[in-house]
């Protein structure tokens, strides 16, 4: 069962009701109230990379036990931005197509760079600044 919804309420009671009967479900607004997710899948000839963060990736995928280090450490902290961000955005901005417009202008923007340059704090700044320049009125101020 996938609930996806336009409502965080509804998803999470279906997510409830599916644990309680034992079946299978994902919750599209909140992974930790599902029992599996789905992963963003790129196929590209030959290559398929299936891709899923949950919000805490902590291991590399495939490597068996192997941490993250390295440029790996930067992505997992960019993974780690985004799923803080997420949160957020699920609680202050209602629209869901303004919260994907969110997520692709960090993406797209030079936040990794920061962060690979150990700029953290102004990875920080220009996820804010995107945030207000993209959400504009519809996020409240951080609490």
């Given at each position: 069962?996938?609930?996806?919804?336009?409502d965080?309420?509804?998803?999470?009671?279906?997510?409830?009701?599916?644990?309680?009967?034992?079946?299978?479900?994902?919750?599209?607004?909140?992974?930790?109230e599902?029992?599996?997710?789905?992963?963003s899948v790129?196929?590209?000839?030959?290559?398929?990379?299936?891709?899923?963060?949950?919000?805490?990736?902590?291991?590399?995928?495939g490597?068996?036990?192997?941490?993250?280090?390295?440029?790996?450490?930067r992505?997992?902290?960019?993974?780690?931005?985004?799923?803080?961000?997420r949160?957020?955005l699920?609680?202050?901005?209602a629209?869901?197509?303004?919260?994907?417009?969110v997520?692709?202008a960090?993406v797209?923007?030079d936040?990794?760079y920061?962060?690979?340059?150990?700029?953290t704090?102004?990875?920080?700044?220009?996820?804010?600044?995107?945030?207000?320049?993209v959400?504009?009125?519809?996020?409240?101020?951080?609490?």
């Amino acid at each position: 069962m996938i609930a996806a919804t336009n409502d965080a309420a509804v998803n999470e009671a279906v997510a409830r009701a599916c644990r309680k009967h034992g079946i299978l479900v994902n919750a599209a607004t909140s992974p930790d109230e599902g029992t599996f997710v789905v992963p963003s899948v790129v196929e590209r000839g030959d290559l398929l990379i299936a891709i899923s963060t949950c919000g805490t990736a902590r291991r590399w995928p495939g490597r068996s036990g192997r941490t993250w280090s390295g440029p790996m450490a930067r992505v997992r902290c960019l993974l780690e931005k985004m799923a803080n961000l997420r949160r957020r955005l699920l609680t202050e901005v209602a629209e869901e197509d303004v919260r994907r417009k969110v997520y692709q202008a960090v993406v797209d923007s030079d936040v990794l760079y920061l962060l690979k340059a150990g700029q953290t704090h102004e990875a920080d700044m220009r996820i804010a600044e995107i945030v207000k320049a993209v959400a504009g009125g519809t996020a409240t101020s951080p609490s």
